[in-house]
């Protein structure tokens, strides 16, 4: 059975939305080299970045308030996701693992780098990416066995959703035991469009929730360093925190600083070729403002930033906040967050006004600091749609007028379905926020490609959109979107869909040569170059004496890392670009 993509949200996959990134298996030997090394990568293929990557598992989200209160939202399905969500929660909090638990292991894998012993590496991987598999799979296995729902008689004869969760059971009753079995039956799936996602999609999906951090970037570095024009040389992991917007400021199981704390850790033992964007959400720093709340977001940020390589700061507007400008949404809205998933005390006559404050904090350190925002502009993903809204343009318009000198990337380029006519004019509208001019709103303004899924099922469509988009802004100089568009995947979102994943940068790779050969676009200098690396160099302030790279450059003296291939490729680059 094949659930759309927006089904198998309300019900289950996007349990781990934010979650999971994937398990796949080394797919050709290391050739005896270090993870560490540079050489790993491709010395003589232009640099590479990735600008839209998540790396999280089950204990770093809220599973079961995410589930209830946005996946389930104003869905049929909203009874078979109130069901399943506490046993997900309670599997994926007690089974996936926590950061102490990754720190241990991350020690092991450190002495290995510092001896070089990559055999040993790659079984302790090994040993890792099977072990967390295995317990996923025994989870679930055992979950479905205890639910009563799930019974093959309730199977038969539900009212609600029974289809879907017959093809749920059928696929977790038929897990291999093996993860390089499982592995290898994913390999063999069927492709279908991009808007079909399977049981075994879904199935795909919720095991990530249990993998170790640590394994789903090695995976992801791997599956995406074998093409011989490009291999990603930095991928950029983003964090979110949900905890205050619709789990009532219950903690996760692992808290932030530990998190912050592990992709420290990551960052170094894979020689720089990891960097993370930390959570940043308003609420929680109201909540702390008003002794609700003993951790600080901001204070955390500062921390990540400032100890573990930590290069920005991650947004979630969809969460129930506006870029900026809360205090008018309250002043038009009284009971704009008057929602039964939210705490009454933070709900107070000044929320909006102590939103924007928070938020102009965070604004203020990050302009002083250089330090860039990513955010979520895609109209999903929030516990209602009046929230849901709050990720368009015209809120980021405001943020951009009031603190100019912000660095900000679009995530996802205002909606993933680039190629309707619908989606189209969203990306326009965030092309319009770019601006070239010194001291403009928008200056430092970018978008990223994060799950452009119809790149895998109809990349000439995407190619054709994005031509469009290219050639309507080209006079805009420093702003043409040839300047500010960046290479993103969204990774664990792209292990749910029955296309090829790990094709994805391949197939960019097609798209942009095809425009760099386009006559109409000849002016827009090294256009492929400029998506896959120099635009996202920019935005992060990476180029020679800029802040962040400053700061990277003491944290790899601290860590004892050499300088990474990025850096060099950086430096060999072109000019800086704006």
Not at 75 to 94: M, N, Q, T
Request: include cysteine; charge should be neutral.
């Amino acid at each position: 059975m094949l659930l759309n993509r927006r089904q198998f949200s309300k019900l289950i996959g996007a349990a781990s939305a934010p979650l999971l990134p994937g398990c796949s298996f080394l797919r050709r030997p290391l050739d005896g080299r270090c993870f560490a090394d540079p050489s790993v990568s491709n010395p003589a293929a232009p640099l590479a970045i990735d600008m839209h990557v998540h790396v999280f598992n089950a204990t770093d989200i809220p599973v079961k308030a995410f589930l209830e209160n946005v996946m389930a939202k104003d869905s049929k399905y909203k009874r078979a996701v109130e069901l399943i969500a506490p046993i997900l929660e309670r599997i994926g909090w007690d089974t996936a693992p926590t950061a102490k638990a990754e720190l241990e292991r991350l020690a092991l894998a450190e002495q290995s780098i510092a001896r070089c012993e990559t055999e040993g590496l790659k079984a302790q991987i090994a040993q890792d990416r099977q072990a967390a598999y295995k317990a996923g799979r025994d989870s679930l296995i055992s979950a479905l066995n205890a639910t009563p729902e799930f019974a093959p008689a309730a199977r038969r004869n539900g009212k609600l959703g029974y289809s879907i969760r017959n093809a749920i059971a059928s696929e977790i009753e038929d897990l291999p035991e093996d993860v390089l079995d499982y592995r290898k039956r994913l390999g063999r799936r069927q492709i279908y469009a991009q808007r079909e996602i399977g049981a075994q999609g879904a199935i795909a999906f919720i095991l990530q929730c249990f993998q170790y951090r640590y394994v789903n970037v090695f995976d992801y570095l791997d599956g995406y360093s074998g093409n011989a024009e490009r291999s990603i040389d930095l991928m950029v992991c983003h964090m979110v925190d949900y905890d205050w917007p619709i789990a009532m400021g219950r903690q996760t199981a692992t808290s932030f600083r530990d998190q912050n704390e592990v992709m420290g850790r990551i960052s170094a033992l894979t020689g720089g070729r990891v960097h993370s964007f930390a959570a940043f959400d308003p609420f929680k720093e109201v909540a702390f403002a008003k002794g609700l709340s003993r951790t600080s977001p901001l204070e955390l940020l500062k921390e990540a930033v400032a100890r573990h390589g930590c290069v920005g700061a991650k947004l979630y507007p969809p969460m129930g906040f506006a870029p900026y400008g809360n205090a008018k949404l309250q002043a038009d809205n009284p009971k704009f967050w008057a929602q039964k998933w939210f705490r009454a005390d933070l709900d107070t006559p000044d929320l909006g006004k102590r939103l924007d404050e928070a938020l102009a904090k965070l604004y203020g350190w990050c302009v002083e600091q250089g330090v860039p925002v990513m955010a979520h502009t895609n109209v999903s993903l929030g516990p209602a749609g009046q929230f849901e809204e709050l990720a368009t343009a015209p809120y980021w318009g405001k943020a951009l007028e009031k603190f100019k000198g912000l660095r900000v990337s679009f995530g996802h380029f205002g909606d993933t379905d680039i190629v309707g006519d619908r989606w189209f004019r969203r990306a326009e509208a965030y092309a319009n926020l770019m601006h070239q001019e010194a001291g403009a709103p928008g200056e430092f303004a970018y978008a990223d490609s994060a799950y452009f899924a119809e790149s895998l099922s109809a990349p000439n469509n995407v190619r054709e959109r994005l031509r469009e988009l290219l050639l309507s802004t080209k006079t805009k100089g420093k702003a043409a979107l040839a300047k500010r568009l960046m290479y993103g995947t969204d990774w664990e979102m792209l292990t749910i869909l029955s296309d090829p994943y790990f094709e994805y940068l391949s197939k960019f790779v097609e798209i942009f040569d095809e425009l760099a050969a386009d006559p109409a676009l000849s002016d827009q200098g090294k256009i492929a170059d400029q998506f896959f690396g120099l635009n996202a160099a920019t935005l992060l302030g990476l180029h020679r004496n800029e802040k962040t790279r400053l700061r990277l450059e003491s944290f790899y003296a601290r860590k004892g890392v050499r300088l990474p291939l990025w850096m060099h490729k950086l430096d060999q680059a072109e000019p800086k670009s704006a």
